[in-house]
């Protein structure tokens, strides 16, 4: 009971949000890469946070986090192939996501930790 209200305060939810948009963009990144070498290929994207949580920020409460997260091709060069992945930045990316949801589940995790302190529930 105490965890499902806990779950609920704006921090968890978007930590908990910043962690499925991390994972998400890391999946984006390696679909990508599998496919940088196949003819015709249009790489993708994912929506920034920033751009989720704008969207988002308009809904109701329960439903603005849970929304999926929109999809984009990516503006570049392509290759004479007409494949437009660049392995360069996509595994940049999926580094940048990697660490970015590394930080989300540690910042969550010690929120948790600190609101069942509060509680006198312990660590």
């Not at 091709?73 to 990697?98: C, D, I, R, W, Y």
């Amino acid at each position: 009971m105490i965890l499902a209200v806990i779950s609920d305060l704006d921090i968890f939810r978007i930590y908990s949000a910043m962690a499925r948009h991390s994972a998400e963009s890391q999946r984006v990144s390696a679909t990508n890469i599998s496919r940088a070498d196949q003819p015709g290929f249009k790489a993708t994207e994912i929506e920034s946070f920033q751009d989720y949580l704008t969207r988002t920020a308009s809904t109701q409460p329960t439903e603005g986090m849970t929304e999926g997260f929109r999809m984009r091709e990516v503006l570049g060069e392509a290759k004479p192939n007409g494949n437009t992945v660049n392995l360069e930045e996509q595994v940049f990316k999926a580094s940048e996501a990697a660490g970015k949801h590394e930080m989300a589940l540690r910042v969550y995790t010690k929120s948790l930790d600190l609101m069942r302190a509060a509680l006198g529930r312990g660590v």
